[in-house]
């Protein structure tokens, strides 16, 4: 019984310094080691080099307190690609270009950016199909920014970012963050072919021993 106890007490622990390894001061992190997610990129205009991207891909390095590693790499339209790795902490106002904010911030609500040197106001959200499944997606903006993230994890989903040559717009269409619905359908519609079989086969197998039966029982009488 005493050792149930002190096992009891160490997972309760354990689970104490998971949840504030992941809210520190308030602010929620709703990303892990190992997350990705990737974007297809447009622009319009003259984009100077660096900003001629068709494609990005963010995955988390890893995550201490607030702070998280994250390598970004992009692919510009000549093919080639670029990578860095960038750390971000939401809780002292580090959040790049709107990249990671807090996660799990309702309407009206704010995150601090350093890089303006004020808060950002969540102005609304709603419920949209991201990267194959339906997500509750938090948005705001500024003359020059109209931002989209995934409320759960903080990562942004969506951006209009207007530049002084070029406007360059990205959506995210591949994530390991959540399951895409369609995946989701396809393992269930698989999984009942495999269920039906499997009582097809049930079927087969009792009507055989039933006829089995039935023969040995006949050969008996006889």
């Known amino acids: 019984m005493a050792h149930r106890i002190k096992l009891f007490f160490v997972v309760v622990i354990c689970l104490i310094l998971l949840a504030l390894n992941n809210s520190v001061g308030g602010l929620s992190v709703g990303?892990?080691?190992?997350?990705?997610?990737?974007?297809?990129?447009?622009?319009?205009?003259t984009p100077e080099e660096g900003h001629d991207v068709t494609w990005a891909r963010m995955e988390i390095l890893g995550v201490e307190?607030?702070?998280?590693?994250?390598?970004?790499?992009?692919?510009?339209?000549?093919?080639?690609?670029?990578?860095?790795?960038e750390e971000f902490d939401p809780a002292s106002g580090n959040v790049?270009?709107?990249?990671?904010?807090?996660?799990?911030?309702?309407?009206?609500?704010?995150?601090f950016d350093s890089s303006l040197g004020r808060n950002v106001?969540?102005?609304?959200f709603e419920q949209r199909s991201i990267a194959g499944a339906e997500r509750t997606i938090t948005?705001?903006?500024?003359?020059?920014?109209?931002k989209s993230w995934d409320k759960t994890t903080?990562?942004?989903?969506?951006?209009?970012?207007?530049?002084?040559?070029?406007?360059?717009?990205?959506?995210?269409?591949?994530?390991?963050?959540?399951?895409?619905?369609?995946?989701?359908g396809e393992s269930s519609a698989l999984l009942y072919v495999v269920f039906g079989f499997a009582a097809l086969e049930a079927v087969v197998i009792i009507v055989l021993a039933i006829t089995m039966i039935r023969?040995?029982?006949?050969?008996?009488?006889?």
Do not use: C
């Open 121 to 124: 106001t969540i102005e609304g």
């Open 65 to 85: 307190g607030t702070q998280i590693s994250v390598n970004i790499t992009t692919k510009a339209r000549n093919g080639t690609f670029w990578s860095e790795v």
């Open 215 to 222: 023969y040995r029982t006949k050969s008996r009488k006889q």
């Open 154 to 184: 903080g990562v942004f989903v969506e951006t209009v970012d207007v530049l002084q040559n070029t406007t360059l717009y990205a959506i995210a269409d591949k994530t390991n963050m959540w399951t895409p619905q369609a995946f989701k």
């Open 139 to 146: 948005h705001s903006s500024t003359p020059e920014r109209i």
């Open 31 to 45: 990303v892990k080691k190992g997350d990705w997610i990737e974007y297809h990129v447009t622009t319009t205009g």
């Open 96 to 111: 790049g270009v709107w990249f990671l904010i807090p996660a799990n911030l309702n309407t009206g609500e704010v995150f």
